[in-house]
């Protein structure tokens, strides 16, 4: 019979060191979001920053219009407002991290400037990709065969 989980799951080793860290409270825990936001987060964005100065340091054209008509989005379009949903859902829930207030130094300044410091990021964050992403495409358009 086949199973829907995959085989790293299914080993108990890795199983039960995961299981093991939940009983160590919250410190362990809030280790392995740190390390799972840099790994899966920031390090990837410091990589694809890096990799646009590169490109553009190499005197490679900047492929993106940058005016007043392109930088606001048209909200009258349907996929802009798909993207913009798509955006603002992928970020609820981080309302869950109310619940660790109690363990800040000065919850009443630390995170409301906390919340505030992932909107910017996520907006920064969203902006690059969003522009590398346009890049990439514009790339493969002209290098790709005429047919």
């Known amino acids: 019979m086949k199973t829907l989980l995959p085989k790293l799951l299914q080993h108990s080793s890795f199983f039960g060191r995961w299981a093991l860290t939940q009983f160590g409270g919250t410190k362990y825990t809030a280790r392995i979001a740190k390390v799972g936001f840099f790994a899966g987060i920031l390090l990837p964005a410091f990589i694809l920053i890096a990799l646009a100065a590169i490109y553009l340091h190499s005197g490679?054209?900047?492929a993106i219009e940058m005016d007043?008509?392109?930088?606001?989005p048209d909200f009258s379009k349907v996929g802009t407002l798909v993207v913009f949903v798509a955006f603002i859902l992928s970020y609820m829930g981080v309302e869950a991290s109310a619940t660790h207030v109690n363990e800040m130094s000065n919850p009443g300044r630390d995170y409301p400037l906390a919340m505030l410091l992932l909107m910017v990021a996520a907006i920064c964050l969203s902006s690059v990709g969003g522009c590398l992403l346009r890049w990439s495409f514009r790339v493969m358009k002209s290098t790709s065969p005429q047919v």
């Open 60 to 62: 490679a054209p900047v």
């Open 68 to 72: 007043a008509k392109t930088f606001f």
